[in-house]
């Protein structure tokens, strides 16, 4: 093969590469688009047939009404303050947990970490009933503690943790023990600032996990004052009918933190990937 | 500055021990360098004296002070680790200064301690930098420097040069020699490479399965091993060692070895006539001679100032040492004879030195 048909067949190969993951990346982003397209056009338009992929006219202050309709900066701060709670209680659990199934050695610890893993089997839905009765009998129904805390101490950030920070060199725990510091130090001041890619992982997760948790706040806070925006969002959906526009700058409103955080995560998560690179050793 | 005194340490993992009643004393700045195949025990002994090991019995004691169940930060000493060890987040300044700032030092006397370390190093342009901007080389000078700021009674050493190419090697090696010279601390050594062991340490420990070989200075250990392990051991290219049985030639007594070669022997071998052997000559104790033929060239190493040449001897590779060029080729067959004064007897079956 000549050496120009064999870039020819390269390119060939690299416009098709190219063009099946803009045709995939258009699947994925279409639902968004639709959102959006549905957020700045009327009621009227967006029940109306045919349909139409643009507006016919563009609505944009549909946001605003959305945002001033009903209380939605309290909705938002709201689920700022639950999303944040978790996401920072998760990962203070979560480090401390793995770290100690990952490097301290106890009786038992193995089977400790069987039984917490087989709690990941249990599907979430199955333990609301008896979560609500219990959070209900500590007379935290309709309280911000009422949400947060049962779904702070979940297992798989531990599980996350302890697998990350199996893979830090253990000379480096020791250096520092020769240096003297003590276990809580060495997690503080060697282990977590190294784990940064899979801290900023976790964040993320949970972060989205709870900004877009419905079903738990939506039995937890019986109060629309604290209600978070998926639970909000359907305060839309009255008997004299849906305000689907409404809804969709809503929820259009409601992805930006998530995108935000995605990204200034992104960027952590990167950079301590490169700083790892330094971690060499053998 | 302390002396490490080691009584009867026993290593267990379970059932499986990996040190027998290990006794060792390394005086106050003394360069100890415990050297031994993978594998041999050393690094274990190390850690077990940095506290990084748990002590299953006996007794470690650094100074006066027995250290069997203090924490490693309690016992004054720093350790320089193959992999480095630095922590990659943070600058070679903090690096060193992290073992100080725990001991909640002020910020001016951390500020002198590491640019004094720094400048003994030659550190002092790259303390802003991260480990992952350093050269292998610089790396392993920083965490020695981590070491020196702690001023510690006692400096570890695991095999530090290991991650090191051959020209560095060479370098750091004479570094660590001139630090240990203008500190005089005690200094424990562990290193699988004789040639370090050989040229750094004041004394050597040889280790094997568990077990101290034998303790010496570095040429007492080559020109005087306790046994066959040590001879083959210390030592590059490593020492002939020929089976055969011990003979009465009348003036002379010789080894007659499996294929009938026979090998002069010192007069103080007379005492084994009879007795099978192993006879240990130094490739550089085997000269080339006049005379009639009893070997054929197998390889010819030139290593520039010296040659080595492996020569089939009957049933035995023979190595030995020419310290200048050799112009034969390959297959050619010449006499080789060995210094009967330079040659040693072990046992066959314990390896034991005889004479």
Known sequence: ????????????????????????????????FWMVSNAVRSNAEVLAIPVRILPNAFEWDNFAKAWTQLPFGRFFLNSLFISTSVTIITVIVSCLSGYAFARLKFPGREALLMAYLGTLM???????????????????????????????FGTFGAFLMRQFFLSIPMELEEAARIDGASRLRILLSIIVPLSMPAIG??????FIGQWNNFLWPLIVMTGSENATL???????????????????????LSMLPGIVLAILLQKLIYSSIALNAGMGGR | ??????????????????????????????????????????????????????????????????????????????????????????TVRDN??????????????????????????????????????LSGGQRQRVAMGRAIVRNPAVFLFDEPLSNLDAKLRVQMRGEIKSLHARLNSTMIYVTHDQMEAMTMADRIVVMRSGKIEQIGTPLDIYDNPANSFVASFIGSPSMNLIEGTVEDRGAQVVLRDRAGVEWTLPARARAHIGRDVTLGVRPEHVAITEGASNARIDNIEPTGADTHVQVDVGSNIVTLVRHERLDLPVGAEISVRNDPDRSMLFCP??????T
Not at chain 2, 125 to 130: A, Q
Request: net charge neutral.
């Open chain 2, 349 to 354: 079956s314990s390896g034991e030195r005889l």
């Open chain 1, 122 to 152: 249990v599907p979430a839905i199955m333990l609301i009933i008896p979560l609500f009765l219990i959070v209900n009998s500590l007379g935290m129904v309709n309280t911000f503690q009422g949400v947060i805390l049962p779904v702070a």
């Open chain 1, 1 to 32: 093969m000549t050496t120009r048909s064999r870039s020819r067949l390269s390119l060939a190969l690299d416009i098709l590469n190219h063009g099946g993951l803009l045709i995939v990346a258009l699947i994925f982003l279409f639902p968004f």
């Open chain 2, 96 to 133: 060193m200064a992290f073992s100080l700032k725990l001991s909640r030092r002020s910020k001016a006397e951390i500020a002198v301690e590491v640019n004094r370390a720094a400048e003994i190093l030659a550190l002092a342009p790259l303390l802003e930098r991260y480990p992952r901007q």
């Open chain 1, 230 to 252: 998926p639970v909000g969002l359907t305060y839309f959906q009255t008997q004299a009918g849906t305000q689907w526009n409404f809804i969709m700058a809503g929820a259009a």
């Open chain 2, 1 to 90: 500055m302390a002396s490490v005194t080691i009584r009867n340490a026993v290593k267990s993992y379970g059932a499986m021990q990996v040190l027998h009643g290990v006794s060792l004393e390394a005086h106050d700045g003394e360069f100890v360098v415990l050297v031994g195949p993978s594998g041999c025990g050393k690094s274990t002994l190390l850690r077990m004296i940095a506290g990084l090991e748990t002590i299953t019995d006996g007794q470690i004691a650094i100074g006066e002070r027995v250290v069997n169940e203090l924490e490693p930060k309690e016992r004054d000493i720093a350790m320089v680790f193959q992999s480095y060890a630095l922590y990659p987040h943070m």
């Open chain 1, 201 to 206: 992982l976790l964040s993320l997760f949970t």
